[in-house]
């Protein structure tokens, strides 16, 4: 986002804070943000009147009133109405906004139960599981797929084996794509619960499972490094074939056996 939706989003951000600091569920107000941001999308007259800038923040506030009154709870009311009154550069904007603000309060829900951590690892390694079986990633990707049984499929592979806030998000994600892929939602949203906590995530390819110590200390060296918290995605590569691989903000850090085998043919082909 850009200018004015930036600055509207960092307002609506600060009103989400304050629900939540005053006791708001987190869960609920991430369900139905969620629901207002779908809204948004299929409705886009709607989309458009709440994000006309020649309209006053006052009336586009009352029209959330209006839709959202004793539908929702005081605390996602309050927000969707800090979000409305805002001003944004592109009707889309607004939708992305809501969405963003429901991912974010279930990140807040998780931090306070202690699972963020969890929730982080979880989808990320969900999302791995999904790139590696096409069947699986067809079922919860396609338009031709019942809603009601993705949520099951969903439900029958993780239900009590994740966390209830990474089950939430997770099934939004494959019900809800707003036209991205499911793993690249994952993603972005496994980034935003690192940088909940300030962190970067480091992506390490190994060929071979690292121990509690070695992830520990290599930790330790990339946050020393970069001067903030580093969370450790570790994924088995067998073509990384010895030593480690890290992507970290961008940047490649590449001390596998493969890149140097890669190294010394071309310095043979020279």
């Known amino acids: 986002m850009r200018g004015a939706s930036r600055a509207s989003l960092a307002e609506a951000?600060?009103?989400?804070?304050?629900?939540?600091?005053?006791?708001a569920n987190a869960g609920q107000l991430g369900d139905e943000l969620f629901s207002v941001a779908g809204l948004l999308d299929s409705e886009s007259g709607l989309r458009r009147a709440a994000s006309?800038?020649?309209?006053?923040?006052?009336?586009?506030?009352?029209?959330?009133?209006?839709l959202l009154s004793g539908?929702?709870?005081?605390?996602?009311?309050?927000?969707?109405?800090?979000?409305?009154s805002g001003r944004w550069s592109a009707p889309g904007d607004l939708a992305d906004a809501a969405e963003q603000l429901a991912v974010q309060a279930v990140l807040?829900?998780?931090?306070?139960?202690?699972?963020?951590?969890?929730?982080?690892?979880?989808?990320?390694?969900?999302?791995?599981?999904?790139?590696?079986?096409?069947?699986?990633?067809?079922?919860?990707?396609s338009p031709f797929v019942a809603s009601e049984r993705k949520?099951?499929?969903?439900?029958?592979?993780?239900a009590g084996k994740v966390?209830?806030?990474?089950l939430r998000l997770i099934t939004q994600a494959a019900l809800h794509p707003r036209g991205r892929s499911l793993g690249s939602s994952l993603e972005a949203w496994a980034q935003l619960a690192a940088q909940r906590r300030s962190r970067?995530?480091?992506?390490?390819?190994?060929?071979?499972?690292?121990?509690?110590?070695?992830?520990?200390?290599?930790?330790?060296?990339?946050?020393?490094?970069?001067?903030?918290?580093?969370?450790l995605n570790v994924v088995l590569d067998p073509e990384v074939i010895g030593g480690?691989?890290?992507?970290?903000?961008?940047?490649?850090?590449?001390?596998?056996?493969?890149?140097?085998?890669?190294?010394?043919?071309?310095?043979?082909?020279?």
Not at 151 to 158: E, H, P, W
Not at 201 to 214: I, K, S
Not at 250 to 269: N, T
């Open 13 to 23: 951000r600060d009103q989400l804070s304050a629900a939540l600091a005053a006791g």
């Open 200 to 231: 970067l995530t480091a992506e390490v390819h190994v060929a071979a499972e690292l121990g509690a110590g070695q992830r520990e200390r290599l930790a330790a060296a990339l946050s020393a490094a970069y001067g903030h918290d580093v969370n």
């Open 244 to 270: 480690i691989s890290v992507l970290i903000s961008d940047e490649l850090i590449d001390g596998s056996m493969a890149s140097r085998l890669a190294a010394l043919r071309r310095r043979l082909a020279a």
């Open 108 to 141: 807040a829900g998780a931090d306070d139960d202690g699972t963020l951590d969890e929730l982080e690892d979880e989808l990320f390694r969900f999302g791995r599981v999904v790139d590696a079986e096409p069947d699986l990633r067809v079922a919860l990707s």
């Open 151 to 158: 949520r099951q499929l969903v439900d029958a592979l993780l």
């Open 52 to 66: 006309d800038p020649a309209r006053q923040a006052a009336a586009k506030a009352a029209l959330a009133q209006t």
């Open 71 to 84: 539908k929702v709870a005081a605390a996602t009311l309050d927000v969707t109405t800090a979000l409305v």
């Open 163 to 166: 966390t209830q806030p990474t």
